[in-house]
């Protein structure tokens, strides 16, 4: 995932994993390969979690529930999974490659289809993490 999503931290997981700089972040603003692969990577892990999307011209035009949202909800909405980690890496990615209202449309919808029991085992820690990722000015 760090490959696929990167950010301008360094991995606590993966000592390997890359870090962006500004030039591959002038390269992601100008490289229409580049943009397509990434909303293409977003769109898959989307699905992973349970939603449905669809993008034009790197734009969020539908985002839904699976039909099998709540069996995907069941296995990463749980306290302490490494899935929760990687919501907050995707966020920030976002926000670095410059989609910060992308970042935050899709993490409204999320916590907007989490059942309140799922908000507890989540817990509010992680969401604060969520937040600050699509939300500050960093």
């Known amino acids: 995932i760090q490959w696929i999503f990167p950010t301008d931290e360094p991995s606590q997981h993966n000592l390997k994993a890359p870090i962006i700089y500004p030039l591959e972040l002038r390269i992601f603003e100008i490289s229409d390969k580049v943009q397509q692969n990434f909303f293409r990577a977003l769109k898959m892990m989307l699905?992973?979690?349970?939603?449905?999307?669809?993008f034009n011209e790197n734009?969020?035009?539908?985002?839904?529930?699976t039909v099998d949202f709540?069996?995907?909800?069941?296995?990463?909405?749980?306290?302490r999974n490494h899935n929760l980690l990687r919501i907050s890496r995707i966020l920030l990615c976002m926000k670095l490659f410059g989609h910060k209202e992308l970042a935050a449309l899709i993490l409204g919808y999320i916590l907007g289809s989490?059942?309140?029991e799922k908000i507890e085992k989540v817990g509010y820690e992680v969401i604060n993490i969520w937040m600050e990722r699509a939300f500050n000015n960093k």
């Open 59 to 65: 734009k969020l035009i539908k985002i839904e529930k």
């Open 47 to 54: 699905k992973f979690y349970g939603f449905d999307v669809e």
């Open 114 to 116: 989490l059942p309140k």
């Open 70 to 79: 709540e069996e995907r909800l069941n296995k990463w909405a749980i306290q």
